[in-house]
T-cell receptor, first 115, second 111 residues
Framework: DAGVTQSPTHLIKTRGQQVTLRCSPISGHKSVSWYQQVLGQGPQFIFQYYEKEERGRGNFPDRFSARQFPNYSSELNVNALLLGDSALYLC??????????????FGPGTRLTVT | QKEVEQDPGPLSVPEGAIVSLNCTYSNSAFQYFMWYRQYSRKGPELLMYTYSSGNKEDGRFTAQVDKSSKYISLFIRDSQPSDSATYLCAMRGNAGNMLTFGGGTRLMVKP
């Protein structure tokens, strides 16, 4: 079975530009979460979507937005890019949203470089 | 102070050694505890998943959770050079999906 897929693998943007990152969850999984991982640090939670609704938001500015589609894939958008947005953006997929024990599986990430 | 603390290392051990990796946390609401392995420039790979206190074993890996001390551990037996990676602890509560990660410990296993 295919795991979590993300695209693109790597991209380079200029300050002030906008970027869209894409994620396809594991087949059958309905929840997608986005994380930002700055080099040398652990991932930080940005958003969670379940059944196309936002279920959680981390401490990130409004320049960050996301959505989930009927097929459970998701997009993360970042506007007005700053140098500090340079990071590995990770998507995590899970079957459930909360409560019961379940695992979250991560994709390979999209490495964003802002110059 | 961070909610989850993890020694960044690097931790260097000879092949075959027993490795002990640890995290401490401050939020008593955390109920689910995970260990992920991350190779350079790759996504985290789920290694172990435990609920509440106790031990869980899977092959060469053993995860321990002590909620009374807010302390979790991952033990790797018979370590191999292929185990060289960054190990991330992560945890969450019952409400929502958000994982809180430690900063990761870099492990190097030398042949």
């Amino acid at each position: 079975d295919a795991g979590v897929t993300q695209s693109p693998t790597h991209l380079i943007k200029t300050r002030g530009q906008q970027v869209t990152l894409r994620c396809s969850p594991i087949s059958g999984h309905k929840s997608v979460s986005w994380y930002q991982q700055v080099l040398g640090q652990g991932p930080q939670f940005i958003f969670q979507y379940y059944e196309k609704e936002e279920r959680g938001r981390g401490n990130f500015p409004d320049r960050f937005s996301a959505r989930q589609f009927p097929n459970y894939s998701s997009e993360l958008n970042v506007n007005a890019l700053l140098l500090g947005d340079s990071a590995l953006y990770l998507c995590a997929s899970s079957f459930a949203s909360q409560g019961a024990a379940y695992e979250q599986y991560f994709g390979p990430g999209t490495r964003l470089t802002v110059t | 102070q961070k909610e989850v603390e993890q020694d960044p290392g690097p931790l260097s051990v000879p092949e075959g050694a027993i490795v002990s990796l640890n995290c401490t946390y401050s939020n008593s609401a955390f109920q689910y505890f995970m260990w992920y392995r991350q190779y350079s420039r790759k996504g985290p790979e789920l290694l172990m998943y435990t609920y509440s206190s106790g031990n869980k074993e899977d092959g060469r890996f053993t995860a321990q959770v002590d909620k009374s001390s807010k302390y979790i551990s991952l033990f790797i037996r018979d370590s191999q050079p292929s185990d060289s990676a960054t190990y991330l602890c992560a945890m969450r509560g019952n409400a929502g999906n958000m994982l809180t990660f430690g900063g990761g410990t870099r492990l190097m296993v030398k042949p």
